[in-house]
């Protein structure tokens, strides 16, 4: 089964794709473990992610308050409209050291 949520190290990334709930969340931890490690705010590319439910944003919660911690941000990036609703609906954006950035200009 491919990873829907991967990590890359330079720079550090979390990638997320496909559909996202509590039934692949065990899925994930691996990636989010590697990402509390980063020696620098964690980008979350969000474009190729079709769906997600509340456990994903609760997930992205605790990651951001790792990070926080440890003087680092989360930044979300390129989330479809749904998922932008998502995100405002369980109130992600409005914590501490959670960054919403524009979609990246098209090439």
Do not use: W
């Not at 996202?20 to 620098?40: G, M, V, Y």
């Not at 790792?66 to 932008?84: V, Y």
């Amino acid at each position: 089964m491919r990873a829907i949520v991967s990590y890359d190290e330079n720079p550090p990334r979390l990638r997320c794709c496909g559909d996202e709930d509590r039934s692949t969340q065990s899925l994930r931890r691996q990636a989010f473990s590697r990402a509390i490690s980063a020696p620098a705010d964690v980008l979350v590319d969000l474009s190729g992610l079709a769906f997600a439910d509340p456990s994903l944003m609760l997930d992205f919660a605790m990651l951001a308050r790792r990070l926080r911690k440890a003087g680092r941000k989360l930044l979300l990036q390129g989330a479809q409209p749904d998922i932008s609703a998502l995100i405002v609906y369980v109130g992600l954006h409005r914590l501490s050291g959670v960054l919403i950035l524009p979609a990246p200009a098209a090439a």
